[in-house]
């Protein structure tokens, strides 16, 4: 193994608030970024101040709704709402080389963290700018929340019951997602300035990309003027059957099954011992038993009905057939899949209490992830403003006492 | 070419949705990306797998050429061809397509060939599979030590279910986001109607992985075990796990964790606070939304002070979600005389987040993307001019984006078998003969 992570060296200032932000930061981080995120007492970050706390102490640094999404981050105490606080930030931004922000356009001119101005402190800055709709165009300002960015990209047309209205997802897949394709996005400016020596602003539209995971259904409509509505749980293209979640033992115990061929058609038949219903000439090809597919759900949730869903996806897979248990929250920690690849450990907070957050939930051969908990609010103050930065002591007291760093 | 990934060598080994689209988005920032397809598809299942129960696996459909994406369509029309499909298209622009058997001894050297010189090898075979096809990572590494190898399935390399068959459904509803987020109680708990676990996983893939390719010297320089370290590695992507932990581990682990209690559907946005979830209105759907006090008059002052809003107990999310049957029946009334554009535009201009519900229609062609260049027109042998998206994120000096069309299949075998490999023209004829390339 190697001691060095892939991104050891680089330093990012993560403007990012709320679930989105703070993930792009982690993501560099869990790869070897160090990474501050820049927040403030003159205005606490809303994930802050999310029950469940830790040991039911009502605290910002011990919001366990918040910590998965945000340990990897460092955090130091800077009030933007004072100039000589977004002085002191453009003095970090200059010994960086990645500033992360999710506010809406033109937040960061406002507060004199511009791309112009950042560029003025740091030539070769990265800004990546990850606004709902992007800098640019008529829906630039538009107000989501991550819950509802989804409603402007189409995919929330797409999720619900079968000839029924669109069902909301009731958290912000694209929250994370976004993260995500923030932190990708920081590596292709990476990319590119390791080639060229030049920074650059990036645009990233979170509805840009969400709107990726509409594309088959956008072909179908950009083709044939077809437009997609809410499929349940069939295939998205129709490609097979069944193809959906079906009820086991248990209260809201279900266990997904999807066919695609004809080889996994009749592994799931020899799985059923093989009952006469399934040799019906509305089942015998996939084409007929993607139109006949409610009835296949039927007669296939009649049979699934007396089985342990663990149990059953067992038998089905040695007979060749996806299928896989459907989870609920209370089986995260003890499933045996997540639990041999670790995903979820248990951590000391800086604060010296014990939590459960999620590790490196990419595996990587020859680089171990530093994954840390936390952060507490501005535990990395001292390190940054006396160390990196440089400041006296009496300086950072006298920041601290005129509530810049706050 | 002045791109982000310009001089990145790919090679894709993808069947279906999710290392297609991870190798998409290498391919959109001009890294060159080399998918290589078989000449029948294994329907992302082993084609040589018995089963024990008596029926003979059928083979495999013979009129399936390449990636199994190339049988799903959409079509135009709905008639199927091979080189018409949609999903095939979106999924793979920018790429260049070798057509090429390596399942036998012949195919498998060149193929192997062109790992020894690329960066990064993308793929979505079972772990098993690849074992079977000599194609693991244990062996790619020795041939290629700088190499970068994603692999995204369902499950993950390791694992009990590492062998496991799986799709994108399967992996989705192991996150437990169907059951905590997204359903009515006591209905099936649901996915979002698009290939979600697998899209998410190919984000991460590629970010992952490309951290990896930029990180790669500095890794090579300190493996201090390994003397001949190229500094590759192995990026081992579970698409379940990636959701599970990213997205309902983060806000539910911890909390179950310590107090053993977790929340579940309930086919509402958001049940403790009002309003909060998607409504209907006059011409489809609207995410109504107003949660802070200020939104909340941002609402009604949308809909024209009404009396019954009037309420200061109204002020409070809470309360109002107390009362809920009531200020949702009010709202019904007044979205049923309104388009979802009107609803969004009034209350946006009040200060009020709610967003239509855009079809995947009324989104694409919304004015905004063409503003910012999001739609693109490429033009392709078969399909004549097709409209498909552009790059997920613009860089504004190096925007990328799709310009090439998807490949034909075996589009560039003599310019990847003849220039890059140095295969004379007799050599291909005779390969073409015995099958190994098309």
Known sequence: MSKALPLQGLRVANFGWGWLGPVAGQTLGFLGAEVYKIESHARVDINRTLPPFAEGKRDFDRSLQNHAGWAGNGSVTINLKKTAGQALARELVAKCDVVLENFGPGVMDKLGLGYSELCKVRPDVILVSMPAAGLTGPLRHVRTYGMSLSSITGLDSLT?????????????????????????????????????????????????????????????????????????????????????????????????????????????????????????????????????????????????????????????????????????????????????????????????????IYGAYVKTSRTEPRITPGPAMGCDNEHVFRSLLGRSEVDYQQLVHDEVIF | MDGALTGIRV????????????????????????????????????????????????????????????????????????????AFFFLNTNKRGLALDFTCDKGRELLLRLIAEADVLIENFSPRQMREWKLDWATLEKINPKLVMISITPFGQTGPYADWKGYDLNAFH???????????????????????????????????????????????????????????????????????????????IGGYAQDGKSGTRTGVGMPLAAPATIIPCQDGYVWM??????????????????????????????????????????????????????????????????????????????????????????????????????????????????????????????????????????EQSTLRSVGVIA
């Open chain 1, 160 to 356: 619900g019951y079968v000839d029924g209205p669109p069902i909301p997802m009731e958290n912000a897949y694209a929250d994370p997602l976004g993260g995500i394709i923030g932190a990708f996005a920081a590596l292709l400016a990476l990319r590119f300035r390791k080639r060229t020596g030049k920074g650059q602003l990036v645009d990233l539209s979170q509805q840009e990309g969400i709107l990726q995971m509409v594309g088959p259904a956008w072909m179908d409509y950009a083709f044939n003027g077809r437009v997609a509505k809410p499929i349940g749980n069939r295939h998205p293209l129709s490609v097979g059957a069944p193809h959906g979640v079906f009820p086991c033992v248990g209260d809201d115990r279900w266990i997904s099954i999807a066919v695609l061929c004809e080889a996994e058609w009749h592994g799931l038949v020899a799985a059923m011992k093989s009952p006469a219903w399934a040799t019906a000439v509305e089942f015998s090809s996939s084409q007929k038993r993607v139109a006949n597919i409610e009835a296949l759900h039927q007669k296939i949730a009649e049979w699934t009905r007396g089985f342990d869903n663990q149990e059953l996806a067992a038998l089905l897979q040695t007979h060749g057939v996806a299928a896989a248990p459907v989870l609920a929250v209370a089986d995260l920690l003890s499933n045996p899949q997540l639990q041999a690849r670790n995903t979820f450990m248990e951590v000391t907070h800086p604060l010296g209490f014990r939590e459960t």
């Open chain 2, 11 to 86: 090679i894709e080994l993808g069947e279906g949705i999710s290392a297609a689209f991870a190798a998409k988005l290498f391919a959109d920032y001009d890294a060159e990306v080399i998918k290589v397809e078989l000449p029948r598809s294994p329907c992302a299942s082993d084609p040589t797998e018995t089963h024990d129960a008596g029926n003979v696996a059928q083979p495999a459909d013979v009129s399936r050429l390449g990636d199994v994406t190339r049988s799903w369509g959409p079509f135009p029309g709905d008639v199927p061809d091979p080189e018409k499909s949609g």
């Open chain 2, 174 to 252: 192991l996150s437990a986001t169907g059951t905590r987020y997204c359903g009515v109680p006591d209905q099936a708990p649901l996915e979002h109607g698009t290939f979600s676990a697998e899209f998410f996983g190919a984000y991460c893939a590629v970010t992952w992985g490309l951290a990896a390719v930029i990180g790669r010297d500095l890794v090579a320089q300190d493996d201090a075990e390994n003397e001949k370290s190229g500094g590759g590695q192995h990026i081992d992507v579970s698409c379940a796990e990636t959701v599970a932990a990213l997205f309902v581990g983060a806000q539910n």
């Open chain 2, 289 to 426: 939304m107003a949660l802070e006090t200020g939104q909340w008059h941002g609402l009604v002052r949308a809909m024209g002070n009404p009396d019954w809003a009037q309420l200061d107990l109204f002020d409070d999310m809470f309360e109002r979600a107390q009362n809920s049957d009531m200020i949702y029946a009010f709202l019904y009334e007044w979205a049923a005389a309104h388009t979802k554009q009107e609803i969004m535009d009034l209350c946006q201009a009040n200060g009020c987040p709610t967003t239509a519900v855009f079809t995947v229609a009324e989104a694409g062609e919304h004015p905004h993307l063409r503003e910012r260049n999001y739609l693109r027109e490429i033009a392709h042998a078969a399909l004549g001019t097709v409209r498909t998206f552009g790059a997920p994120v613009h860089l504004t000096a190096c925007p990328g984006g799709a310009t090439a069309p998807a490949p034909l299949f075996g589009e560039h075998n003599a310019e990847i078998l003849g220039v890059r490999l140095g295969l004379s023209v007799a």
